[in-house]
């Protein structure tokens, strides 16, 4: 009988730990966080819009919200961001919501289309 390799019995020893692993977190059931108040920081953490990464977002009013739709067509054509981002949690925004981004240095701004996700 050929001698086992200590490499053969750690890999197997590891795979049986992911499988159990994989096994405690299958059974609960996560549920959604829901978003918190509008310009709200979370406890604990700091105000995201005043990083100096971060390019300065804001929610499009309904009637520009028209005006980006008969321009550039239907919102399903749009780039999505979603629920779960940071920035989209701190601003409040809800599905069906336009992000306008505006980054320094440039001219056009981009627009995001608030999906559901997570």
């Known amino acids: 009988m050929p001698a086992r390799s200590k490499r053969s019995s750690s890999v197997r020893a590891s795979s049986r730990r992911r499988a159990a692993a994989k096994k405690r977190v299958g059974s609960k059931k996560i549920k959604p966080r829901r978003a918190p108040e509008a310009a709200a920081v979370e406890p604990g953490g700091f105000d995201l819009m005043s990083h100096v990464l971060v390019p ?63």
């Not at 749009?78 to 980054?103: E, N, S, W």
Request: aromatic share 4%; glycine share 10%; no cysteine.
């Open 56 to 118: 300065r977002h804001e929610i499009v009013p309904p009637d520009e919200r028209e005006e980006l739709i008969r321009r550039y067509g239907p919102l399903k054509l749009f780039p999505k961001i979603l629920t779960t981002d940071p920035v989209v949690r701190q601003l409040g925004a809800k599905p069906g919501d336009v992000i306008k981004i505006t980054r320094p240095g440039e001219r056009v701004p981009a627009y995001r289309v608030v999906v559901r996700g997570g």
